[in-house]
Structure formats: C-alpha cells, structure tokens
C-alpha cells in the first residue's frame, strides 16, 4: 500500500519535475547519438528522482549548487529549457552567453548559483552562500549536491566541519550513485556508507534509498525545514544509480553483471510511476505531462539549435566588470 | 586627520570603516576573532567588539572552506574578506581561488560575481623557512579574473584596502610581515586608492625602478645613493601587481629609456618577466639599454642563516641600475 506521506499537490509537482529531468536526458542522448550536437554531457539517468526531491524541498528564491552531472537539479530547479539548450550547445542566447557549458549551468534567478566541474568544490562554496543567509536573516536555505565519489575529497570534510560548527542552513545531498568516475564505492572507500561520516561532524544524517520518492522527499523536506528554521545542517545520502556510464558514450566495461542487473531492477522511473498510479492519479494524466514536456523540449531545443554562437569580443568581456581592452 | 598610522592600522581602519558602512562586509579566517586575540598580526583586532562574531569569523584551520565560503558569499551579493594567515597556505586552497573565484564571473557570462578579498601575508627576513614567505604573486598573475594588490606604505595600506573591499571582483591583497609596521600620516577617514593605478614614488630621468610593496622603500635607498652617484632614479610603486598599469609603466621608461624590474619573489618567470616583455614590445627602439630584472635567488627560502643571500639586495639593485645607464650599444 501507498504511504501517503507526500500531498498530492506535491507529488504531482515532484512527478513533473522528475519527467523534465527525464526526458532532457533522453533527448540530450538522442541528439547525440545522432550526431546533431557534439559536446560533452554527463547523463544522470537513475538519478531523477532524487534532483527532482530535492529541488521540489526548496523554495523558488533559495540557493542550489550543482556539480557537471547537474542537469538534475538545473531543470528541476527551473531553469527555463531554452536559456539552458542554448547554453549546452554554447550558444549566445544561453543561460551563460555560451562562455560556460554544459559544465557551468548558472542561472541566479532560479537559485542555480554555481555548477563546478570540479568534484567536491561545490560544498565550500555552498557553505558560503549558506553564510550570507544566516548574516542577513534572509531565510534562504542552500542545498549542494554531489556524488559518493566526492565524500573523498578534502573540502568534503572541511566544508561539513564548517557548516555544523556554525549551524549553517544548508543540506548536503550525496547522490550516491555508486561509482566515483570508473571506480565503484567498495573500491574508493571502506566507510560503511556517505551518511556515517556525518557523526564525526557532530551533525544530523539520513540514509535513503533514492529510487524511491516516498524515502528521498520526506528526508529532504525535513532536512530544509530544519535548516530553515535555524537547527542546523543535515547530511542527505540518497542511493541511486547511474545507468549511463559517466559521460556520454563512456563505456560500461568496468560494471559487473550483476551490478547492471540490479540498476535496471531498481530503475527509479517505474518506481515513480508505480506510485504515482497508487496515489490514483490516471495514466492519462501522467501521459499528458510527458508530452507537455516534451513539446517544449522540442520548441526549446530548435530555439537552440537556430540560435547564434557568442561573438569572439565575448573573450574580453566578464573577465573583469571593466571589459579588457581589445 | 593628524599624526601617523601604522601599515597594521592602515588595515584595520579600512576594514572597520567599510563594515561600518556596508553590513554585507564580513572578515573569515584563523584567529580573526576577539577570542582569539585579533588576528596573529592584530589587523581585525577590536573588530569583534562593533560587528559580532558573525562578522568576524574564527575559522578552523580550513583553507578550502575559508576560500570557498568567501566565494559563495561574495556570489550571494556579500563582501567578504578572508584570511589566508600566510600566503604559502595558499597551496592547499588553490581550486577554490583559480577554478571558482577566478572564473565564476566569465564562466556564469556575468551574471554572478565575487566581490571578495582574499588578504595574506608573508615575506623573507623574518626567520620563517621555506614554507612561510614566499612571495607568490606571479601564480595569481597568470590567472585571468584575479586582481592582486599590494602596498608599500601604511597610507596606501588603507587607501588600496578600501578599494579592494569595494572591487566588484576578487582581489588577492599581498602584506609583508616586515611591512606591518610602517608608518604614514595618517591619511583621514574613507580614504581610498583606485586600484589599477601606480604611483610614482620618486621622480628621475635617467633609468626607471619598477617595484611593489616592501621593496619600494629598498628602492628608495638606492636611489638616494644613486644620486650621488650623479644618477637620477624615478621609482615606480604598481600597487597593484595585476592587471598592472601599463600606462604608467611605459611612460617613465620611455622618458629615461632604462628600466629595472625589482621584486622579492623569485626572478623566473616573475612578473619582472613579462614586464620586461611589454616593455622590450612597446619600446625597442627608444630603450638605452636592456630591461633588467632584479629577484630573489631561485631556491626556497631559506632559514635565518642564508635568509640575506637569498634576499634581492640593495647592492644587486644599484648594480642593474648601474649596468642598464653604463650600457654601451
């Protein structure tokens, strides 16, 4: 039986944001694999759920940062599907003017503040972003994602050591998708899981099976309400997987059978569905939402496709507020 | 505005001045804090009292975090001023400050920017060893969205603070622990320095020094030692170190067609370097003689024994001098 946990309203919300995140990647693998585009895309098939979780726990004003697989929270966050197509293919109508990529999604108007190519430095900064919130009462809460392969970095460490000590209002979501590039998580740690280490830091934690929306929204929730209300930060580790190797096109080699077996068994899109079914709403409805999506994806990717690349005097703009001399 | 300041105080007025005048203003780092006496060298001493501890944060030894929360702040429209307690520590920061700070602005096309400081001290003299006083400007020299600046006098200390408290982007402010306590009149309240811009320190006509920081007032001697030698030296203070003020540069040199690039870091690829490069470009034909570059020896510093040898002296400086206004064509 369906735990009701989650209102209708919100699920429905949760659902449409899950479909964006969705259907992007599967149209980002689609024009690749026809070769209409040619750029570098980090799939997060497996990981919908939880980026859309958790940026249905947020408020529109508050604060995300991402990593290079951020696709997740950018689209679920909002940001609008033509500035960031645009942006992928390094166009001048982008989020970005085409100078950042598909690894450096930024859009401060929906709270995308930074997306870093850079495993594990999200979190120092998040933590910052947290900082001028409880400075200025502004009430905003910050979430920063990464993955388990992250938890092995320094700023990891220095960054949850920081954000307890203070108290700061902030989550941390470890998308735990069991691999760190090639290597799988029994092979990059013997810590029993990511959620662990937070009691090291004195600080709250919750271990959750990501697939599943009933497990990974009510944590989140939770963990922003608490933030938001001055108790402090909370380590989410969200378990999922990542059903298409670390980059696009990268092999799968490295993965056992069984592993495989497993991802496409526990594949969290059906789960969704499933669910959703259960909380009585109609396939239809569902259906409508998919081609919903999928009908702006299509407007919002020839927008992109049409539009113009940056002009090369962009090179010395941005650097600095003055713009360099040519 | 009567009597004198310290370099130390230059510091502390301006920081206290601007968070008096902008609550978006707040100090990170090791031991800033009252609790912790102020800073290990007093420059946000008292600061705690006025601003609380949220605005002046003791940190735990945690650079990358340090760096990192002025990053996100200064994103979140803040103006923060961290504390990296001696600039070698910079080694284990560097994503945050060359990946992040550095390029956010660019890489975002503008929409974010990071308006913060990083201040950091160091310098050769004082018995540290190899890992607590390199100058390392020239690292954040090659990196394109960074501002570095530097004073060698306690009333630009003040002014050129102030002015990197207020800079849209990140500034990287370099103090010298020799330098701290140097003393200026005192320059008055909401005085600033526009950074981006040199000062001639001396006039002269016959060969230009162009130097930052403590060893301006090396420069200085040599020039008055020089005059007696019948040698005029104009001594020009970047103040900020990058991007430098070119204009300035090239002007003294093409007046006295001679320059000697001076700086305490070492003499490869410092920015003595590529501003012998811009010169030699700009200037071929109306130099006297070759750029000269003066430097620190090129070996980590040493211990207290070697420290002097190390050092670029005060005789080197007056030999280049020498060397570039004897040159025979």
């Avoid at chain 1, 005097?313 to 713009?323: A, P």
């Avoid at chain 2, 018995?127 to 570095?148: N, P, T």
């Avoid at chain 2, 019948?230 to 204009?247: C, F, H, K, N």
Wanted: proline fraction near 4%; charged fraction near 20%.
């Amino acid at each position: 039986m369906t735990d009701q946990a989650i209102d209708r309203d919100k699920l429905l919300d949760i659902y449409t944001r899950t479909t964006k995140v969705n259907r992007t990647d599967e149209r980002f693998r689609e024009l690749l694999m026809q070769g209409k585009i040619a750029v570098m895309y980090y799939c997060v098939r497996g990981q919908e759920v939880v980026s859309a979780s958790a940026m249905a726990a947020l408020n529109d004003d508050d604060y995300v940062v991402c990593t290079y697989r951020g696709q997740g929270e950018q689209t679920a966050k909002g940001v609008p599907m033509e500035a960031y197509w645009a942006e992928c293919l390094g166009k001048a109508t982008g989020t970005c003017k085409g100078k950042g990529g598909t690894m450096h999604i930024t859009h401060p108007e929906t709270g995308v503040m930074v997306t870093t190519g850079v495993v594990g430095s999200g979190l120092p900064i998040a933590n910052g972003l947290a900082m001028a919130s409880q400075n200025s009462g502004d009430g905003k809460v910050t979430i920063v994602t990464f993955g388990d392969g992250a938890a092995n970095i320094g700023g990891f460490h220095e960054a949850m050591n920081m954000a307890q000590l203070y108290k700061l209002p902030i989550v941390f979501v470890c998308i735990n998708n069991r691999y760190g590039e090639h290597t799988a998580y029994a092979d990059h740690t013997d810590s029993v899981n990511i959620a662990s280490r937070a009691e090291g830091y004195g600080m709250r934690s919750a271990h959750v099976d990501g697939t599943y929306v009933e497990q990974v929204y009510p944590a989140i929730q939770e963990a922003v309400d608490r933030a938001r209300a001055g108790d402090g930060p909370t380590l989410v580790e969200a378990m999922c997987y990542r059903m298409q190797g670390h980059f696009f096109g990268s092999d799968f080699s490295y993965m056992p059978p069984e592993h495989i077996e497993e991802m496409n068994a526990e594949d969290c899109m059906p789960k969704l569905r499933n669910y959703m079914l259960e909380a009585q709403f109609t396939e239809a409805e569902l259906d409508a939402i998919i081609a919903d999506v999928d009908g702006q994806l299509d407007v919002a990717v020839q927008a992109a496709l049409d539009a113009p690349f940056p002009d090369a005097s962009e090179l010395r703009k941005d650097v600095f507020e003055e713009e360099i001399a040519a | 505005m009567s009597g004198t300041i310290t370099l130390t105080q230059g510091l502390n007025q301006a920081i206290d001045e601007a968070m008096a005048a902008d609550d978006t203003v707040f100090c990170l780092g090791e031991d800033v804090a009252a609790k912790q006496g102020g800073g290990v060298f007093k420059i946000t001493s008292g600061l705690t009292e006025k601003y609380g501890e949220n605005r002046i944060r003791a940190t735990p030894i945690s650079e990358t975090a340090i760096v990192g929360a002025a990053v996100g702040a200064a994103l979140a429209g803040h103006r923060p001023i961290c504390e990296i307690m001696l600039m070698n520590f910079v080694g284990v920061c560097m994503d945050q400050i060359v990946n992040h700070a550095a390029k956010l602005r660019f890489m975002s096309g503008g929409q974010t920017n990071v308006p913060m400081v990083l201040r950091t001290t160091t310098g050769v003299g004082v018995g540290f060893g190899g890992q607590h006083s390199d100058m390392l400007e020239a690292w954040f020299a090659h990196v394109a969205g960074l501002k570095i600046v530097t004073a060698s006098n306690a009333a630009d200390a003040k002014g050129l603070m102030r002015s990197a408290i207020e800079c849209n982007d990140p500034v990287i402010f370099i103090e010298n622990v020799i330098s701290y306590g140097l003393t200026s009149d005192d320059p008055g309240k909401d005085h600033r320095v526009p950074l981006g811009k040199a000062a001639i320190t001396r006039e002269g006509t016959d060969c230009s020094i162009i130097t930052y920081g403590r060893t301006v007032m090396d420069a200085l001697e040599v020039a008055e030692t020089l005059e007696e030698e019948g040698i005029s030296v104009e001594i020009v203070d970047l103040r900020t170190i990058a991007p430098y003020d070119e204009e300035t540069v090239l002007a003294s040199v093409r007046k006295t067609g001679r320059a000697v690039t001076l700086h305490e870091a070492v003499k490869p690829y410092g920015t003595g370097a590529e501003m012998s490069a811009k010169i030699h470009e700009e200037l071929f034909n109306e130099l006297k003689a070759p750029v000269q570059r003066v430097g620190g020896s090129f070996s980590p510093v040493p211990f207290v024994a070697l420290e002097q040898d190390w050092i670029p002296s005060k005789s080197e400086l007056a030999d280049a001098v020498r060397t570039a206004v004897n040159w025979k064509k």
